[in-house]
C-alpha cells in the first residue's frame, strides 16, 4: 500500500514559481509517479509523469517547458517544480501511484491507471 502527501501549494503571482512535494509512506522505487490537477468545474487531468526504474518523463502540453518533474528516491519523494505560472495553472494538483513495476512501466498520463493517490494541494495563480 502506498500512501502519499502532497505539499508546497499556495497563492503566486502570475509568472512565479512553486515547486510541490508528493512524499510516500514507503518506497516509491517501484512505483510511477504521476501529477494530475482539477479546476473547479473542469474535469482531472493530466500534468507529468515519472517512471520508477529508469526516471523517464512525460508532459502534457499545456506545462511542456514550465515544470519539470524529478524524484528523490531516497526520500520518498516527487517533485514538481513549476515555473511561468499563469492564471490557468489554478487547479488543485495531485498525486498519484501505479505499481508496483518492475520493468517496463512507461509513465502512464492516464488517471485510471493509477491506483493510489494523495489529497492533493490547492494552487492559485492570481495577482
Known amino acids: 500500500q502506498l500512501r502519499l502527501v502532497e505539499s508546497g501549494g499556495g497563492l503566486v503571482q502570475p509568472g512565479g514559481s512553486l515547486r510541490l512535494s508528493c512524499a510516500a509512506s514507503g518506497s516509491t522505487l517501484a512505483y510511477d509517479i504521476g501529477w494530475f490537477r482539477q479546476a473547479p468545474g473542469k474535469e482531472r487531468e493530466a500534468v507529468s509523469s515519472?517512471?520508477?526504474?529508469?526516471?523517464?518523463?512525460n508532459y502534457a502540453d499545456a506545462v511542456k517547458g514550465r515544470f519539470t518533474i524529478s524524484r528523490d528516491n531516497a526520500k520518498n519523494t516527487v517533485y514538481l517544480q513549476m515555473n511561468s505560472l499563469k492564471p490557468e495553472d489554478t487547479a488543485v494538483y495531485y498525486c498519484?501511484?501505479?505499481?508496483?513495476?518492475?520493468?517496463?512501466?512507461?509513465?502512464?498520463?492516464?488517471?485510471?491507471?493509477?491506483?493510489?493517490w494523495g489529497q492533493g494541494t490547492q494552487v492559485t495563480v492570481s495577482s
Open positions: 498519484a501511484g501505479d505499481g508496483p513495476w518492475y520493468s517496463g512501466s512507461y509513465g502512464s498520463l492516464r488517471d485510471y491507471e493509477y491506483d493510489y
Open positions: 515519472i517512471t520508477s526504474n529508469t526516471g523517464s518523463t
